[in-house]
């Protein structure tokens, strides 16, 4: 989502590389190339205008210490910048309650149905909640089925009415979660093309006679500014807790969720990063911001992973690639662990450096997946353990087992090895980054 802004940043801050100090004419034409990168990703104009200003000021004013150098103070001035942009502190969900009620609001098309599956999905896995679906979207064809379809696939209940009374539906909803010990309640609500009095007057019904503890807006990323107005719009009407960015894993160039919370002080709760029902991540503003300058989100990818393999399980592993024993054993399992977190270009998006590696443009068919397994599966267990000694006729061996070409497993050798020195350093908290 945000590689446009990131490699524009990218290029002003080179601008300024090897300067003895900060002065005005020589940051003058970084704070040019980033605000023609903001402006033409879509970013409101006074907030580009605010966020230049503070910088300049910032940069200006401040004392270089002996530890930084003025090109590595500029990037942590624009850093700070932006968590601030992206709202500063990570606002968390509401979960406390028992039963906490959510309302999910929002346009026809913004993938709100999907985003509450996503939702309910997210609170089982993360906060152990027992999650009851309300489908209150009673007018869009099908969308009542389509929520029992995403609720069926993730063993998640669904409680549907048929009346075109929606406060009806919603209050034996509420007798049923009650019944059934359903402690997080989601209501999906119906949605429109645009806003207008009969939608709105629907959904403060809801809000006035439920009380709901969240009412979250999803908005689909690809708007651009017009999500302000969007939003706006809702607010007006409800009180609006938070905000869901939809669909960020598509082409849009990020500046919706640069402008969101500064214009109208509602935080971002959640993104969409991918269509699966697992593609739902919290938001954190300063993880947010190392994204965008391509230092990586390395606690998102931890966070994904802790679901899949025991703490034991990822102790072991860390302790063997800080030690650089990392086999193509450990390899295959890691493999299998990965498949299970979804395409894996989004996981190497979030590596430090990932643009600067050309990692954020990887495309990477699941058929070299089952390839690179086929491959190692050919090995005995002793060669998986000690690649090393992979030699001209072990190698041909294997690539015959395998179906591949001896060149494919020549070539899997030596990204394991360089992979396997990434990781270290990595690991070993060596991996040199912007400052």
Not at 335 to 361: D, V
């Amino acid at each position: 989502m945000f590689d446009y802004i990131g490699d524009r940043l990218s290029n002003a801050i080179k601008n300024i590389k090897g300067m003895g100090k900060i002065t005005e004419e020589n940051i003058s034409d970084a704070l040019r190339e980033i605000r023609m990168a903001l402006l033409e990703a879509d970013v409101n104009y006074q907030v580009v205008k605010e966020f230049i200003a503070n910088i300049k000021e910032k940069a200006l004013g401040a004392e270089v210490s002996k530890s930084l150098k003025p090109d590595e103070l500029f990037i942590k001035l624009v850093k700070d910048e932006l968590v601030e942009l992206l709202g500063g502190d990570y606002v968390p969900l509401e979960t406390s309650k028992n039963p906490t009620l959510l309302m999910l609001v929002g346009l026809q098309g913004s993938g709100k149905t999907t985003t509450a599956g996503k939702l309910a999905n997210f609170l089982r896995k993360k906060h152990a909640k027992s999650p009851l679906l309300v489908a209150c979207d009673i007018y869009r064809p099908a969308a009542i089925e389509q929520l029992k379809t995403i609720g069926n696939s993730l063993n998640i209940p669904v409680f549907s009415k048929d009346s075109t009374k929606v406060l009806e539906i919603v209050k034996e909803a509420l007798l049923f979660a009650k019944e059934n010990k359903n402690d997080y309640i989601i209501i999906d609500t119906a949605g429109r093309l645009q806003i207008d009095e009969q939608l709105m007057q629907e959904l403060k019904d809801i809000e006035n006679e439920v009380k709901p503890d969240e009412v979250i807006l999803v908005i689909d990323a690809m708007m651009g500014q017009d999500a302000i107005n969007v939003i706006t719009g809702f607010n007006d009407s409800l009180n609006l807790t938070g905000t869901i960015l939809t669909k960020l894993d598509g082409n849009t160039k990020g500046g919706v969720a640069l402008s969101i919370r500064h214009l109208t002080h509602i935080p971002i709760k959640f993104v969409g990063d991918s269509e699966k029902l697992d593609g739902l991540s919290e938001f954190y503003p300063e993880r947010m911001a190392d994204r965008i300058l391509d230092m990586g989100d390395i606690l998102a990818i931890a966070s994904k992973v802790e679901d899949m393999m025991s703490e034991e399980e990822a102790y072991d592993t860390a302790r063997k690639m800080k030690k650089g024993e990392f086999n193509l054993e450990d390899f295959l399992n890691t493999l299998k662990q990965i498949k299970k977190l979804g395409p894996l270009e989004n996981i190497l998006k979030m590596l430090p450096q990932a643009r600067k590696m050309g990692l954020n443009n990887v495309n990477i068919d699941p058929k070299d997946m089952a390839h690179i397994e086929a491959i190692i599966l050919s090995m005995t267990p002793y060669e998986r353990k000690h690649p090393e000694i992979l030699k001209a006729t072990r190698k041909q061996r294997i690539a015959k087992g395998s179906g591949r070409s001896v060149e494919e497993v020549n070539r899997l050798l030596k990204q394991f090895e360089e992979m396997k020195k990434m990781m270290k350093m990595m690991a070993s908290g060596n991996m040199k980054m912007p400052f």
